[in-house]
């Protein structure tokens, strides 16, 4: 049940309740069945959640006759995922920005000889149609069963001194990027009746000032999802999105961080930099650089569990909301859950929205 309908139901369920005494007595027997039809949906959403935690997770079949395509496998997320996907029997295409270097590298190594490393740069149309001709060149008799969207950049700063260059940079990857990846296999998707999977940010429903520009990508992201998942419904092709909140991968490093404010600052005008002062930058980079440090969960596994999930999962919810794996067990398990899952959910709140992340993030 959709997560907004239970709490409908729920308030309505109680607004009937203390109705129903100041009722007249003409309609208190129709009351009286609507709050007992309402308190039915409350009591098996209750029970749903329940199920939802206790019964076993399970994959889909057949996973040695389908293939995946991973965007962003240079490191982070994607690696970990692409070699999750092909532990578990999946014929894996890692789309890596540099497919000569060292992250590459090492994920070939490391996995089996179904990962093919794929040379991607989603920002480039000829770069993503030539993977699309590679993935059908070798795919044989396995199906394209699913396409994570994963590649994305940060961008960190005050949009006053943030140049639109930099901006359009971070659109066309973040968005434009999963874009174009995805229309150029949507063909294959519909055929096996497979699945999208947009790697968004809980900053795609909050926004985080230092984050403005990044904020807007996920947002677009959040909105792609959305709007692709009903126009492929009558393809019966699912479309799911991976929501994490701030992680330790290499966006998050202090190194790149830095840079990513240097670069801004930098660039732009003179008299900018001067309104703002030298001081005012010093102190505004070392207040983003120690929350991050601070507020960034190491534990990456509630994320690729949650894209794994997503893509090869038995019934895969449609939104993950991404969080530690110290606290999951106090709210629905993410990406593994996603992998094994037998209660569709359609609607999962932010982690950020979670009392236990804004404590964390007080601290």
Same mark, same amino acid.
């Given at each position: 049940?959709? %997560?907004?309908? &239970?709490?409908?139901? =729920?308030?309505? @369920?109680? !607004? #009937? $309740? /203390? +109705?129903?005494?100041? *009722?007249?007595?003409?309609? %208190?027997?129709? &009351?009286?069945?609507? =709050?007992?039809? @309402?308190? !039915? #949906? $409350? /009591? +098996?959403?209750?029970? *749903?959640?329940?199920?939802? %935690?206790?019964?076993?997770?399970?994959?889909?079949?057949? @996973?040695?006759?389908?293939? /995946?395509?991973?965007?962003?496998?240079?490191?982070?997320?994607?690696?970990?995922?692409?070699?999750?996907?092909?532990? @578990?029997?999946?014929?894996?295409?890692?789309?890596?920005?540099?497919?000569?270097?060292?992250?590459?590298?090492?994920?070939?190594?490391?996995?089996?000889?179904?990962?093919?490393?794929?040379?991607?740069?989603?920002?480039?149309?000829?770069?993503?149609?030539?993977?699309?001709?590679?993935?059908?060149?070798?795919?044989?008799?396995?199906?394209?069963?699913?396409?994570?969207?994963?590649?994305?950049?940060?961008?960190?700063?005050?949009?006053?001194?943030?140049?639109?260059?930099?901006?359009?940079?971070?659109?066309?990857?973040?968005?434009?990027?999963?874009?174009?990846?995805?229309?150029?296999?949507?063909?294959?998707?519909?055929?096996?009746?497979?699945?999208?999977?947009?790697?968004?940010?809980?900053?795609?429903?909050?926004?985080?000032?230092?984050?403005?520009?990044?904020?807007?990508?996920?947002?677009?992201?959040?909105?792609?999802?959305?709007?692709?998942?009903?126009?492929?419904?009558?393809?019966?092709?699912?479309?799911?999105?991976?929501?994490?909140?701030?992680?330790?991968?290499?966006?998050?490093?202090?190194?790149?961080?830095?840079?990513?404010?240097?670069?801004?600052?930098?660039?732009?005008?003179?008299?900018?930099?001067?309104?703002?002062?030298?001081?005012?930058?010093?102190?505004?980079?070392?207040?983003?650089?120690?929350?991050?440090?601070?507020?960034?969960?190491?534990?990456?596994?509630?994320?690729?569990?949650?894209?794994?999930?997503?893509?090869?999962?038995?019934?895969?919810?449609?939104?993950?909301?991404?969080?530690?794996?110290?606290?999951?067990?106090?709210?629905?398990?993410?990406?593994?859950?996603?992998?094994?899952?037998?209660?569709?959910?359609?609607?999962?709140?932010?982690?950020?929205?979670?009392?236990?992340?804004?404590?964390?993030?007080?601290?």
């Amino acid at each position: 049940m959709d %997560r907004d309908v &239970a709490r409908f139901a =729920t308030v309505f @369920l109680a !607004s #009937l $309740v /203390v +109705a129903e005494a100041t *009722l007249p007595d003409a309609y %208190r027997h129709a &009351a009286s069945h609507v =709050t007992l039809a @309402l308190l !039915s #949906l $409350v /009591v +098996a959403d209750l029970g *749903l959640a329940l199920l939802d %935690r206790i019964l076993p997770r399970r994959l889909l079949p057949d @996973l040695g006759g389908r293939a /995946v395509l991973v965007t962003g496998c240079d490191s982070g997320f994607g690696q970990q995922c692409a070699r999750r996907l092909d532990a @578990l029997g999946v014929t894996v295409y890692a789309g890596c920005l540099m497919p000569q270097g060292t992250g590459a590298a090492a994920l070939k190594a490391s996995t089996s000889s179904r990962l093919h490393i794929v040379p991607l740069d989603v920002t480039k149309d000829d770069s993503v149609q030539a993977a699309v001709q590679l993935v059908k060149g070798t795919i044989g008799d396995k199906v394209l069963w699913a396409v994570v969207n994963n590649a994305g950049v940060l961008s960190v700063g005050e949009l006053h001194w943030t140049s639109t260059e930099e901006i359009s940079k971070v659109f066309d990857v973040n968005v434009f990027g999963m874009v174009r990846v995805t229309k150029a296999f949507l063909d294959m998707l519909i055929e096996s009746k497979g699945r999208v999977v947009c790697v968004a940010s809980a900053a795609g429903r909050l926004t985080l000032s230092p984050l403005l520009v990044y904020c807007m990508s996920k947002h677009a992201v959040v909105a792609l999802a959305d709007g692709l998942r009903l126009q492929m419904r009558k393809w019966s092709v699912g479309v799911h999105c991976i929501e994490p909140v701030i992680y330790k991968t290499n966006l998050s490093e202090e190194i790149n961080i830095r840079s990513a404010l240097n670069r801004g600052w930098s660039s732009c005008p003179s008299e900018v930099r001067q309104q703002y002062g030298e001081e005012y930058f010093t102190n505004y980079s070392d207040r983003i650089v120690s929350f991050s440090i601070h507020t960034c969960f190491k534990n990456t596994s509630a994320v690729v569990d949650s894209m794994v999930d997503a893509a090869v999962g038995a019934s895969p919810k449609i939104t993950y909301s991404c969080v530690p794996s110290a606290i999951l067990s106090l709210i629905p398990n993410s990406i593994n859950d996603a992998i094994h899952k037998l209660i569709l959910r359609t609607k999962y709140q932010p982690a950020a929205l979670n009392p236990i992340w804004k404590k964390k993030v007080k601290e």
